[in-house]
């Protein structure tokens, strides 16, 4: 296999982008990736493409919309598709089109427009993330599975609603300082516990946003890479894997099997283990998801997520910073854009160029995106060398 | 009471049989005859040995709340007037787990580990749903 590297990173403004189409947020997300790495639209073989949902932006096709919008034709372009993990699955495609030699410079592009739908309907379409067959007569939604995880992570942990609140405090900080981030602001402990109640015990400073947004990362062969970046972040493991779609059928859910999987595996094949890790962005889809992804990735025993917020071992200066762009909490959750802009924020973390939000010497960082309620998830392993 | 206005269970011939269990307030679960895995949902196959020999056995409908989420607000409009809700994923004696609602006690007195039972709630002439209340 070739060594594969990001050699371009392109990040859309996330929010609700009511100004823009589909087609405009991922032109917006590939111009300023091209840009980045100095390369022309002419010389990329081929692209990626992560959309999760048709419903959202109600359009059938939605791939072929943006390489038609960008004018990539007659050049490959393939639909990826991963729930919340979509993104992420889109870069795993793109290293499998350079790694294995089909192509030398792969565009990898993550797109959602979720705001063309009332958020009664997004949430509607996103609690189909469960099994509506069987759990819908029964009134659930996407935020009262990861209630469920919540209150079962409370009577087995003792973890508190505190404890949750901390997370969403640390990544609306460092979302206030990314001016990519939907909501660039900072919330206090008070207000994120005084918040209304959706599904309890998570409140509405406990779950990330619906937001509009694209991004896009550049990936090249080693050759390749050497010609256009100073910089080359290289990927150094990569680890997917799934579970079952029904929560009622998982051993445990304080835990979400998949995300250790994937880690095992992508720790494996970057030759790293947890303490290796500089920095990383994890899958903060509802604030008890960061804690039980610190346990699931080995940045603390099983149990002890809550503790490690509380003492703050996850901001910059810590021992393991995560979500230090704000997350999906606070930067936002486009589906297809977030392993994507996970990705970007990772190499900007090891370039040095992450600014106020920069962590002092990054060498290795990780990304971890999960789909749905843990149904897949993936883990990616980068490397400044 | 007016018409149910709530999301009905979508039958096909992997649910026919649970539902129509349902009905007749029995809870029904397959369990596979050659490995012995009891299964929810009802599937055509087992999802751990791959046979398609299977019985249906009645559970007696007892067991206890593994975690729980008291919803506050309601994203399908059948779903208002009843906030707060509870849904659970409730473990059966016989070892399936489900999702389900907790009804017959005020949402903040659902504990997990709360010992539950089944209760029927007859949502309209063709289905009924199985829901769990405290029990001792």
């Given at each position: 296999m070739k060594r594969v590297a990001i050699v371009g990173i392109g990040h859309g403004k996330f929010g609700v982008r009511s100004d823009a189409s589909l087609r405009e947020l991922t032109f917006e997300a590939v111009k300023a990736c091209l840009d980045d790495a100095g390369v022309s639209l002419k010389e990329v073989d081929s692209m990626v493409t992560g959309i999760a949902g048709d419903e959202f932006s109600l359009a059938l096709q939605p791939s072929a919309q943006v390489h038609d919008y960008i004018g990539f034709y007659p050049k490959p372009n393939f639909r990826v598709e991963g729930a919340c993990a979509t993104g992420s699955m889109a870069l795993r495609t793109g290293w499998m089109n350079v790694a294995s030699g089909l192509a030398d410079l792969v565009l990898v592009v993550g797109v959602e427009k979720m705001t063309e739908v009332p958020t009664s309907v997004a949430t509607e379409i996103m609690g189909r993330g469960g099994d509506s067959m069987w759990e819908y007569p029964f009134g659930t939604t996407f935020p009262g599975y990861y209630a469920m995880m919540a209150n079962a992570h409370m009577a087995e942990y003792g973890t508190t609603e505190e404890q949750m609140a901390m997370v969403a405090v640390k990544n609306h900080y460092y979302g206030h300082l990314n001016p990519f981030a939907h909501m660039q602001k900072e919330v206090t402990l008070e207000k994120a516990l005084t918040?209304?109640?959706?599904a309890h015990p998570l409140k509405l400073f406990d779950c990330s946003l619906i937001t509009d947004g694209a991004a896009a990362v550049l990936l090249a062969s080693e050759e390749r890479a050497k010609t256009i970046s100073t910089k080359p972040v290289w990927i150094a493991g990569l680890g997917l894997a799934t579970d079952t779609m029904r929560i009622t059928e998982r051993e445990s859910l304080t835990s979400i099997a998949a995300s250790r999987e994937a880690a095992r595996i992508a720790y494996q094949m970057a030759g790293v283990g947890p303490a290796d890790i500089d920095v990383a962005t994890v899958h903060d889809c509802f604030t008890i998801a960061e804690i039980v992804a610190y346990e699931d990735l080995g940045f603390c025993e099983k149990g002890e997520g809550g503790k490690l917020i509380e003492a703050k071992e996850t901001y910059v200066d810590g021992r393991t910073p995560v979500n230090v762009d704000g997350g999906l909490k606070s930067k936002g959750h486009p589906l297809g854009a977030t392993g994507v802009s996970m990705a970007i924020e990772i190499t900007k973390q090891l370039r040095g160029e992450a600014g106020q939000r920069q962590v002092k010497d990054a060498e290795i960082g990780l990304t971890h995106n999960v789909g749905g309620t843990g149904q897949v998830a993936a883990v990616h392993i980068f490397r400044r060398e | 009471m007016g018409e149910y206005n709530k999301p009905l269970p979508n039958v096909n011939d992997d649910s026919n049989e649970f539902w129509a269990g349902c009905k007749e307030h029995q809870l029904r679960f397959q369990k596979c005859k050659v490995c012995g895995h009891v299964r929810w949902p009802a599937s055509i196959l087992c999802p751990m040995c791959h046979s398609k020999e299977t019985k249906w056995i009645v559970s007696e409908g007892k067991g206890r709340v593994y975690s729980f989420a008291v919803y506050h607000v309601a994203y399908h409009p059948g779903f208002e007037n009843d906030l707060p809700y509870v849904v659970a994923d409730v473990e059966l004696e016989e070892g399936p787990r489900l999702v389900t609602n907790i009804v017959g006690c005020r949402p903040d007195d659902v504990k997990c580990e709360m010992p539950v039972e089944v209760v029927w709630d007859d949502v309209t002439e063709k289905f009924s749903l199985p829901k769990f209340k405290p029990c001792c």
């Amino acid at each position: 296999m070739k060594r594969v590297a990001i050699v371009g990173i392109g990040h859309g403004k996330f929010g609700v982008r009511s100004d823009a189409s589909l087609r405009e947020l991922t032109f917006e997300a590939v111009k300023a990736c091209l840009d980045d790495a100095g390369v022309s639209l002419k010389e990329v073989d081929s692209m990626v493409t992560g959309i999760a949902g048709d419903e959202f932006s109600l359009a059938l096709q939605p791939s072929a919309q943006v390489h038609d919008y960008i004018g990539f034709y007659p050049k490959p372009n393939f639909r990826v598709e991963g729930a919340c993990a979509t993104g992420s699955m889109a870069l795993r495609t793109g290293w499998m089109n350079v790694a294995s030699g089909l192509a030398d410079l792969v565009l990898v592009v993550g797109v959602e427009k979720m705001t063309e739908v009332p958020t009664s309907v997004a949430t509607e379409i996103m609690g189909r993330g469960g099994d509506s067959m069987w759990e819908y007569p029964f009134g659930t939604t996407f935020p009262g599975y990861y209630a469920m995880m919540a209150n079962a992570h409370m009577a087995e942990y003792g973890t508190t609603e505190e404890q949750m609140a901390m997370v969403a405090v640390k990544n609306h900080y460092y979302g206030h300082l990314n001016p990519f981030a939907h909501m660039q602001k900072e919330v206090t402990l008070e207000k994120a516990l005084t918040s209304f109640t959706v599904a309890h015990p998570l409140k509405l400073f406990d779950c990330s946003l619906i937001t509009d947004g694209a991004a896009a990362v550049l990936l090249a062969s080693e050759e390749r890479a050497k010609t256009i970046s100073t910089k080359p972040v290289w990927i150094a493991g990569l680890g997917l894997a799934t579970d079952t779609m029904r929560i009622t059928e998982r051993e445990s859910l304080t835990s979400i099997a998949a995300s250790r999987e994937a880690a095992r595996i992508a720790y494996q094949m970057a030759g790293v283990g947890p303490a290796d890790i500089d920095v990383a962005t994890v899958h903060d889809c509802f604030t008890i998801a960061e804690i039980v992804a610190y346990e699931d990735l080995g940045f603390c025993e099983k149990g002890e997520g809550g503790k490690l917020i509380e003492a703050k071992e996850t901001y910059v200066d810590g021992r393991t910073p995560v979500n230090v762009d704000g997350g999906l909490k606070s930067k936002g959750h486009p589906l297809g854009a977030t392993g994507v802009s996970m990705a970007i924020e990772i190499t900007k973390q090891l370039r040095g160029e992450a600014g106020q939000r920069q962590v002092k010497d990054a060498e290795i960082g990780l990304t971890h995106n999960v789909g749905g309620t843990g149904q897949v998830a993936a883990v990616h392993i980068f490397r400044r060398e | 009471m007016g018409e149910y206005n709530k999301p009905l269970p979508n039958v096909n011939d992997d649910s026919n049989e649970f539902w129509a269990g349902c009905k007749e307030h029995q809870l029904r679960f397959q369990k596979c005859k050659v490995c012995g895995h009891v299964r929810w949902p009802a599937s055509i196959l087992c999802p751990m040995c791959h046979s398609k020999e299977t019985k249906w056995i009645v559970s007696e409908g007892k067991g206890r709340v593994y975690s729980f989420a008291v919803y506050h607000v309601a994203y399908h409009p059948g779903f208002e007037n009843d906030l707060p809700y509870v849904v659970a994923d409730v473990e059966l004696e016989e070892g399936p787990r489900l999702v389900t609602n907790i009804v017959g006690c005020r949402p903040d007195d659902v504990k997990c580990e709360m010992p539950v039972e089944v209760v029927w709630d007859d949502v309209t002439e063709k289905f009924s749903l199985p829901k769990f209340k405290p029990c001792c």
